[in-house]
């Protein structure tokens, strides 16, 4: 699926998002949004251990949680876990039971929401597909 491309620039994406370009803002904002990606707070940290070996987990965390809040990343709950998502736009997710990849779909941009919402003013729907990827199916012999 097609994300629109944003700003090469992690300073200027985080500045015109109203966020002060900290050190440790421009790390995240740089191996997540370069592309589209689905992360843990915990992967976050892994990743960024090597070249920031003083970064905590609990800065990594809140340091997710400012961009988030600032509109560049939306969280949401996949078997448990708290996933980053760079991809801010609508969309439906599927997530492999075996290996646990997730992977995004595109949700026809158009929400069908049921009749009990008739009086809602409804801002977003997410899907999650659940399945078995075709990478874990083992082939038949
Ligand atoms: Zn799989
Ligand atoms: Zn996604």
Not at 3 to 12: E, I
Not at 78 to 87: E, H, T
Request: glycine share 6%.
């Amino acid at each position: 699926m097609n994300v629109t491309p944003r700003s090469d620039d992690p300073h200027a994406l985080l500045r015109a998002h109203g966020l002060r370009a900290t050190p440790q803002r421009v790390a995240v904002a740089q191996l997540l949004l370069k592309q589209a990606m689905h992360a843990t707070p915990r992967e976050v940290y892994t990743k960024l251990k090597t070249d920031f070996p003083s970064m905590s987990q609990n800065t990594v965390y809140l340091t997710l949680d400012h961009l988030e809040k600032a509109g560049l990343l939306r969280r949401f709950h996949i078997a448990g876990r708290v996933v980053f998502d760079s991809n801010t736009q609508m969309h439906d997710h599927a997530c492999c039971s075996r290996c646990g990849r997730i992977m995004d779909l595109a949700s026809a941009g158009r929400i069908d929401s049921p009749d009990e919402l008739g009086k809602w003013q409804v801002e977003g729907q997410s899907r999650l597909w659940s399945g078995v990827c075709p990478d874990c199916i083992q082939p038949p012999r």
